[in-house]
């Protein structure tokens, strides 16, 4: 399904649309998710898998954040879909907002992540977010590259899924732009 001109909400980024995923958006999910070198850590088996996990994803929401959760980015010029930006409550701490991203492998390496996870930063921003969490894997050096183009940085570590974690920080200026933390 392309994420163009579907009464869906969202925003736009100067390539991107980004808006919630739906159940109708199965297929392109299934084709990240079903990646094991996107999702190394355990990627879906099959179409049902995905189907369960997309709606398992789908209740996670940010609350007073208007489509956040689990966003599909699709690109503006012909609605091909590059992969997932999330904004949720953290996993670790479901009192911290999370930011996360999944990128299609065809499509990484050309600031796709980085562009639709600032645009889900400003989008916080705007709805009265002060600070976002990114929780990496030490061995996952492009997210944390993406991760300091963001503005974001390592402040701790945690135990997540069963595995250790980086978490980044960023702290949000009021309005639209992520701001650079300062002091962490």
């Known amino acids: 399904m392309s994420g163009e001109s579907d009464g869906s909400t969202g925003f736009s980024t100067r390539r991107y649309r980004v808006r919630p995923l739906t159940g109708d958006d199965l297929e392109d999910f299934h084709e990240v998710w079903s990646d094991p070198a996107v999702i190394w850590w355990g990627a879906t088996e099959d179409l049902a898998t995905s189907r369960r996990l997309l709606g398992e994803f789908l209740g996670r929401r940010v609350a007073g954040v208007p489509d956040s959760g689990w966003c599909g980015i699709w690109r503006r010029r012909d609605g091909a879909f590059m992969g997932d930006v999330v904004l949720q409550p953290g996993g670790w701490d479901a009192t911290l907002v999370e930011i996360g991203w999944h990128v299609a492998v065809a499509h990484q390496h050309r600031g796709c992540a980085t562009e639709a996870a ?6 916080a921003a705007r709805h009265g977010v002060d600070r976002v969490w990114a929780a990496i894997v030490p061995a996952n050096t492009a997210s944390q590259a993406v ?4 503005g974001m940085a390592a402040v701790d570590e945690v135990v997540h899924a069963g595995r250790p974690h980086q978490l980044w920080a960023v702290d949000l200026a009021p309005g639209d732009q992520p701001a650079r933390p300062e002091g962490l």
Do not use: E, P, T
């Open 147 to 150: 991760a300091g183009r963001l």
């Open 118 to 123: 600032a645009g889900m930063l400003a989008h």
